[in-house]
């Protein structure tokens, strides 16, 4: 997105040069998905990685064990242009002054709601437009997976969204074997069902061909957090290289 004052020629910017870059950007729609492993409940997602500051470990650089074997980042499905292409389009539709309105035309009469099936809320205008329309949206029930919390900016935007009777944002623990600090963390990967612990709610996915089939506990408030069994080869590999360190 261009800065101010960065077209000294005040004539109008991009792919028509008949309207301006903000007339442009009020033009552009955001896109919701509906996911079959959830039931068909719907999100509104944007490219992995490209997205997630949080993936990335903040000494190497390197994404961190969890975000390694990313289900949505160059795997699967995900590869095809017709999944990439809502993506970078709702990339560029949460700056349009009409992202709110739109967003809230769109969801208002679902029951649930899923934000980020892959990416995140990279940008704090966007987290402060998502907290507006789950404030505008009362009867839907939001959740949220992210790992901007790590950030103090982002994390009092994520308090304010955690207060709100209708929603539940978890924040992501880094770690594949269990990992997670009680009171901060919402999710965690184990490696197997049997790596669960007491206090631990299991996914039950990786037994329904991964789908939710009628569970919504990770909507419920009343689940501390939810234990996520990895699956793939992918997510084997770095568990196994995880444990081989270890």
């Not at 509104?44 to 990313?70: N, R």
């Not at 949505?72 to 993506?87: C, D, L, S």
Request: proline fraction near 7%; glycine fraction near 6%.
């Amino acid at each position: 997105m261009q800065s101010i004052g960065a077209n000294p020629t005040n004539q109008p910017q991009g792919n028509n040069p008949q309207f301006s870059e903000r007339e442009q950007k009020m033009t552009i729609k955001p896109r919701i998905s509906k996911v079959s492993k959830l039931d068909g409940i719907k999100s509104w997602s944007l490219q992995a990685m490209d997205t997630c500051p949080g993936a990335k470990d903040s000494i190497t650089g390197k994404p961190v064990d969890a975000c390694a074997m990313c289900y949505a980042y160059k795997v699967g499905n995900y590869n095809y242009p017709n999944v990439i292409e809502p993506r970078l389009q709702n990339q560029e539709a949460w700056k349009s002054p009409n992202f709110v309105g739109d967003m809230v035309s769109l969801i208002k009469n679902q029951p649930f709601f899923r934000w980020f099936d892959s990416g995140d809320m990279y940008h704090i205008g966007l987290a402060r437009k998502i907290l507006r329309i789950m404030e505008l949206t009362p009867n839907t029930r939001h959740w949220m997976p992210t790992r901007m919390a790590k950030f103090a900016k982002f994390a009092r935007v994520i308090d304010q969204m955690n207060a709100l009777p209708n929603v539940v944002v978890r924040f992501s623990s880094d770690s594949v074997l269990g990992e997670y600090q009680p009171g901060v963390h919402g999710s965690t990967i184990i490696p197997t069902a049997e790596h669960a612990t007491d206090d631990m709610s299991v996914c039950r996915a990786y037994e329904n061909n991964g789908k939710c089939s009628g569970c919504r506990a990770c909507w419920d408030k009343n689940t501390p957090i939810i234990a996520y069994v990895a699956h793939g080869a992918k997510a084997k590999k770095v568990i196994r290289l995880k444990l081989e360190t270890a």
